[in-house]
């Protein structure tokens, strides 16, 4: 079945400093793939998404390329803020039935 | 635009008893899911209904069922609760026609099974 592996987490990083979460997934077909970002005590945001092969999808200074050959969608910021601290999901979805989630990467950003 | 509405925001329930949680979607939105973040398990879903039918489900036991009316309102049901159910309920909603739009959550219900 389709499954998603992120990066372990946690991830302390300063401000400022560069940002990059990998997520590969496994899928029978094409999915369409997302970020979502969780803050504390909230539900799941859609950071952004990309839905066909090649795709990028950018949103806040978050990007992410989605990668037929690797088969990853690794998230990537230039510069990360402390407003930034959360968890951040990859998920695929090949209908529009269900999301399929990693386990998730805590970020936090130290001043 | 509203959101997605669930309530009760938080809810204590003792073992044994049943819970039912409830999800209002965007408006025209038909299709509404269900999910369960756990520290252990973390985001697993639960079942999917578009237009009152439930088109998916998850690999969950038949204590966890659900329902949607006609106006897309959802209303998910755990019986006979145990302590391993205490996790926080997510309610997700979309068009329900495509795969590329994602979905739109809910701030969630924290379920605490004492």
């Known amino acids: 079945g389709d499954s998603v592996t992120q990066m372990e987490g946690p991830v302390t990083l300063s401000e400022e400093a560069f940002l990059t979460i990998n997520c590969t997934y496994t899928?029978?077909?094409?999915?369409?793939l997302f970020w979502y970002v969780q803050y504390p005590g909230e539900g799941l945001q859609l950071l952004l998404k990309?839905?066909?092969?090649?795709d990028k999808g950018s949103n806040k200074g978050f990007e992410a390329t989605y990668r037929k050959e690797t088969t990853s969608f690794h998230l990537e910021k230039g510069s990360v803020q402390v407003s930034d601290s959360a968890v951040y999901f990859c998920?695929?979805?090949?209908?529009?039935?269900?999301?399929?989630f990693g386990s998730g990467t805590q970020l936090t950003v130290l001043p | 635009k509203a959101g997605v509405t669930q309530t009760p925001r938080y809810l204590i329930k003792t073992r044994g008893q049943q819970v039912t949680l409830s999800c209002s979607p965007i408006s025209g939105h038909r299709s509404v899911s269900w999910y369960q973040q756990t520290p252990g398990q973390g985001l697993q879903f639960l079942f999917e209904y578009f237009s009152e039918t439930q088109r998916n489900k998850g690999n969950f036991p038949g204590r966890f069922s659900g329902r949607q009316f006609s106006n897309s309102r959802s209303e998910m049901n755990v019986s006979t609760l145990e302590l391993g159910d205490s996790a926080l309920y997510l309610c997700?909603?979309?068009?329900?026609?495509?795969?590329?739009?994602?979905?739109?959550f809910g701030s969630g219900t924290r379920l605490t099974v004492v």
């Open positions: 990309a839905t066909k092969a090649d």
């Open positions: 997700a909603s979309s068009s329900g026609d495509r795969d590329t739009e994602g979905y739109t």
């Open positions: 899928a029978t077909g094409y999915p369409s």
């Open positions: 998920a695929l979805a090949e209908s529009a039935r269900q999301l399929t």
